[in-house]
T-cell receptor, first 111, second 113 residues
Framework: SQQGEEDPQALSIQEGENATMNCSYK?????LQWYRQNSGRGLVHLIL?????REKHSGRLRVTLDTSKKSSSLLITASRAADTASYFC???????????FGQGTRLTINP | ETGVTQSPTHLIKTRGQQVTLRCSSQ?????VSWYQQALGQGPQFIFQ???????GRGNFPPRFSGLQFPNYSSELNVNALELDDSALYLC????????????FGEGSRLTVL
């Protein structure tokens, strides 16, 4: 079963604009991660944020985590055509072996 | 590229057949996890292998089985294939057991007719 729910399911913006995707989850977590997937290929890890962190940056990516609301957001600034992909959040519970993925947000960057 | 390789990339089987998918993990990684991704969905955890032993299993029936070899490569076997087994099967390796950062292969796309 999916734990995370991404919002929106699909997002289309112009190149250069910022893209924001949201993820909500149901149970307590240890970490939350974001992955990118191009056209049904393998997933690429973007960033990991721990449950005791509130914000993390990596290049043009900014991730926030609000454990009281059980939600996270991924912001991609100054979007590029190459950012077109599906983005998934994934959570894990303490001591768990598995990541639980949401259904993803399909991001399209229009040139 | 992650250094995780999967084979075959695509295959077509008929209902009732058996399939074996293979995965070579990234150098230095001792843990392999397998995920199933149906079209339009997020990946779902099948199981994890750590140092040749199963280290956790998701909600999949026993006809899904696996192996990990001494070089940490892995196989996923699915018996008695059903139409709903059609999916992208993803292998991911990691430095240690648990659910940290995963390094995914490009996947094996299985179609069951």
């Amino acid at each position: 079963s999916q734990q995370g729910e991404e919002d929106p399911q699909a997002l289309s913006i112009q190149e250069g604009e910022n893209a924001t995707m949201n993820c909500s989850y149901k149970t307590s977590i240890n970490n939350l991660q974001w992955y990118r997937q191009n056209s049904g290929r393998g997933l690429v890890h973007l960033i990991l944020i721990r449950s005791n962190e509130r914000e993390k940056h990596s290049g043009r990516l900014r991730v926030t985590l609000d454990t009281s609301k059980k939600s996270s957001s991924l912001l991609i600034t100054a979007s590029r055509a190459a950012d077109t992909a599906s983005y998934f959040c994934a959570t894990d519970a303490r001591g768990a072996q598995k990541l639980v993925f949401g259904q993803g947000t399909r991001l399209t960057i229009n040139p | 590229e992650t250094g995780v390789t999967q084979s075959p990339t695509h295959l077509i089987k008929t209902r009732g057949q058996q399939v074996t998918l293979r995965c070579s993990s990234q150098s230095g990684h001792n843990t392999v996890s397998w995920y199933q991704q149906a079209l339009g969905q997020g990946p779902q955890f099948i199981f994890q292998y750590y140092r040749e032993e199963e280290n956790g299993r998701g909600n999949f029936p026993p006809r899904f089985s696996g192996l990990q070899f001494p070089n940490y490569s892995s196989e996923l076997n699915v018996n008695a294939l059903e139409l709903d087994d059609s999916a992208l099967y993803l292998c991911a390796s990691s430095f240690s057991r648990g659910a940290g950062e995963l390094f995914f292969g490009e996947g094996s796309r299985l179609t069951v007719l």
